[in-house]
């Protein structure tokens, strides 16, 4: 046996400058460095803020997702006081069974995918808000590259209007 314990000694140097290397390394990292999506994170509390302000709690609105996720994809949505009430497959207008509506997202649910990409840092996150009425008109995450079918998209086809009495399922 040789210095550090171990039978061969250029290893065993060699583990220990590796080991120093990375103490030194971390003594060397900024934490003072920006989040990934540090930027998103500001643009989110802007656009939220003025979709707030819009005041509709009570709106339809028609969408198209992309994910590994059961049909349909292209949908017309209904919330009602602010919870999903109805989703319809746009092409045959037929509404999805209750147990599927999970699936989908408000306009308070686009927000929150988008913030759980900026909180889990997604190792890809591409986002756009309506610059009148703040809503995330398309939304495109990959929360790791390295894992099949985590990919999620959604893009608004025609915005949040609101309904009128008894408009909408």
Do not use: K, N
């Amino acid at each position: 046996m040789h210095a550090f314990g171990y039978r061969h000694p250029r290893r065993a140097a060699a583990i220990a400058l590796l080991g120093s290397a990375v103490v030194l390394g971390g003594a060397c990292s900024s934490s003072t460095a920006p989040a990934p999506h540090a930027e998103i994170a500001r643009q989110l509390a802007e656009a939220r803020e003025r979709w707030r302000a819009t005041g509709l709690d009570t709106y339809g609105f028609t969408m198209r997702r992309s994910c590994f996720c059961p049909p349909p994809h292209r949908v017309s949505l209904i919330v009602r006081e602010g919870r999903l009430s109805h989703v319809a497959d746009l092409e045959t207008g037929e509404g999805v069974p209750p147990e599927s509506m999970a699936f989908y997202r408000d306009v308070e649910g686009l927000f929150d995918m988008v913030a759980q990409a900026v909180e889990r840092d997604a190792a890809r996150l591409e986002v756009t808000f309506d610059p009148q009425m703040g809503y995330p008109s398309s939304v495109s995450i990959d929360f790791r590259f390295e894992v099949a079918d985590d990919e999620w998209s959604a893009e608004v086809l025609s915005p949040p209007a609101e309904l009128l009495e008894g408009g909408g399922a």
